[in-house]
């Protein structure tokens, strides 16, 4: 299984500061045929299920504002909310797509400083 | 636009078999190439996928839970659905269900509301 491991467990930042949070594949989840990143972000708050956020580690999902950006290839990987508004208040996933069976990170809760 | 709905018993007994349904609505579950999956989450915890099934009827299982895990399709229905057998307190979860992106990628693309199932007596 790949093992997905997300640092920080939780972080608080002001509004409008940037938020980071990082994602570690066990192996790579590079497909070298297609030079594409297995990966995906996901945004979950409370009471509602995880919304998409970003596809093949950069590819920010239709209508998702352009704050959020998703770097990284191989093993290591970074979720960046580059101003910071309310309502990214959230639990936020990695997750990859590479092999199953899938597999999710621990979460990194982000809130308000 | 693809809509996904959980539904079942939200309380099982220890050592019974859990059973849940996935009602698909905009579109045939049946049309195109998809992986239809259940991923469960216990309180304050993280995500668990625990397997698919693709459009055609074959599945794939999470092998940590693959000896009790049993996901179908049901075509006539437009509903997949999940059976985890003897159950106990670990089982304990939110459940949902969600659909890929089909040859654009195996990610969670759409979700359902979820449903919470308790194992106790």
């Known amino acids: 299984d790949i093992v997905m491991t997300q640092s920080p467990d939780s972080l608080a930042v002001s509004l409008g500061e940037r938020a980071t949070i990082n994602c570690k594949s066990s192996?790579?989840?590079?497909?070298?045929?297609?030079?594409?990143?297995?990966l995906a972000w996901y945004q979950q708050k409370p009471g509602q299920p995880p919304k998409l956020l970003i596809y093949?580690?950069?590819t920010r999902e239709y209508g998702v504002p352009d704050r959020f950006s998703g770097s990284g290839s191989g093993t290591d990987f970074t979720l960046t909310i580059s101003s910071l508004q309310a309502e990214d208040v959230a639990v936020y996933y990695c997750q990859q797509y590479y092999s199953t069976p899938l597999t999710f990170g621990g979460g990194t809760k982000v809130e308000i400083k | 636009q693809v809509q996904l709905q959980e539904s079942g018993p939200g309380l099982v007994k220890p050592s019974q078999t859990l059973s849940l349904t996935c009602t698909v609505s905009g579109g045939s579950i049946s049309s195109g190439s998809y992986y239809w999956s259940w991923i469960r989450q216990p309180a304050g915890k993280g995500l668990e996928w625990i397997g698919r099934?693709?459009?055609?009827?074959?599945?794939n299982y999470n092998p940590s839970l693959k000896s009790r895990v049993t996901i179908s399709v049901d075509t006539s229905k437009n509903q997949f659905s999940l059976k985890l057998s003897s159950v106990t307190a670990a089982d304990t979860a939110v459940y949902y269900c969600?659909?890929?992106?089909?040859?654009?990628?195996?990610?969670?693309?759409?979700w359902g509301q979820g449903t919470l199932v308790t194992v106790s007596s």
């Open positions: 099934v693709y459009t055609s009827g074959s599945t």
């Open positions: 969600a659909r890929d992106r089909g040859s654009q990628g195996d990610y969670f693309a759409y």
């Open positions: 093949w580690a950069s």
């Open positions: 192996q790579s989840v590079l497909y070298s045929s297609s030079n594409k990143n297995y």
